[in-house]
């Protein structure tokens, strides 16, 4: 089956720890990115990739660190420098890298705690 | 903030009604586009429309698109406890950005 691959789904940090989540798509799709939702709130950019080796900050990527080493994977660190960790993260791709008129496919999410 | 506004914040129906959202927007827009949340889980893409044009259908799910208000309306009619979930609206800005999400209406449907 084609689609969006997140891991784990529920994930624990301790203070000072920095955390990988991971994210894989099979849908040969150019661009990725990384939203953070908060509950009862929208989703926040932190991060996108539009080609491989590439990306760009969104609106609240301090704190946050991605790579995109192959196209197929784009996972995103959260690192100590974040105080506030504790949110379901998102990742999506979109078949093209021009993102106007391209509609989002997601993964299932991880939920990230602090312990 | 560009980000889109959806009301209400939350709607409770009963099944068989039809369910109203509303998304208003601040700047020119390409396109703007309808997504659904079930809780815990992904986004599921739902319809988008391009800015020249006024409405759309899908199913029982009808969209339109008034750029002169900036204001979009999503419409869901005769309604099943399945359309329980929460409806984002996300707008596309002329330019190569990515989409910018509202807070999302969450919807319960009673049957």
């Known amino acids: 089956d084609g689609g969006i691959t997140q891991s784990p789904k529920y994930l624990f940090r301790k203070e000072g720890q920095n955390v990988t989540l991971s994210c894989e798509q099979n849908?040969?799709?150019?661009?990725m990115y990384w939203y953070r939702q908060d509950p009862g709130q929208g989703l926040r950019l932190i991060y996108y990739?539009?080609?491989?080796?590439?990306?760009q900050k969104g609106d609240i990527a301090e704190g946050y660190s991605v790579s995109r080493e192959k196209k197929e994977s784009f996972p995103l660190t959260v690192t100590s420098a974040q105080k506030n960790p504790t949110a379901f993260y998102l990742c999506?791709?979109?078949?093209?890298?021009?993102?106007?008129?391209?509609?989002?496919?997601f993964g299932s999410g991880t939920q990230l705690s602090v312990l | 903030s560009q980000q889109g506004e959806e009301d209400p914040q939350a709607l409770s129906i009963q099944e068989g009604e039809n369910a109203t959202m509303n998304c208003s927007y601040k700047?020119?827009?390409?396109?703007l586009q309808w997504y659904r949340q079930n809780s815990g889980r992904g986004l599921v893409h739902l319809i988008l429309?391009?800015?020249?044009?006024r409405e759309k259908h899908s199913g029982r799910l009808r969209v339109t698109l008034d750029t002169s208000k900036k204001s979009s309306s999503l419409l869901i009619t005769a309604s099943r406890a399945a359309d329980t979930a929460s409806y984002f609206c996300?707008?596309?800005?002329?330019?190569?950005?990515?989409?910018?999400f509202g807070k999302g209406t969450r919807l319960s449907v009673i049957a």
């Open positions: 996300a707008t596309a800005f002329s330019g190569n950005t990515p989409l910018v």
């Open positions: 700047t020119s827009i390409n396109n």
């Open positions: 849908l040969n799709h150019d661009a």
């Open positions: 429309i391009r800015s020249n044009e």
């Open positions: 990739s539009q080609i491989v080796n590439d990306f």
């Open positions: 999506a791709s979109t078949l093209g890298a021009a993102t106007t008129n391209e509609k989002l496919f």
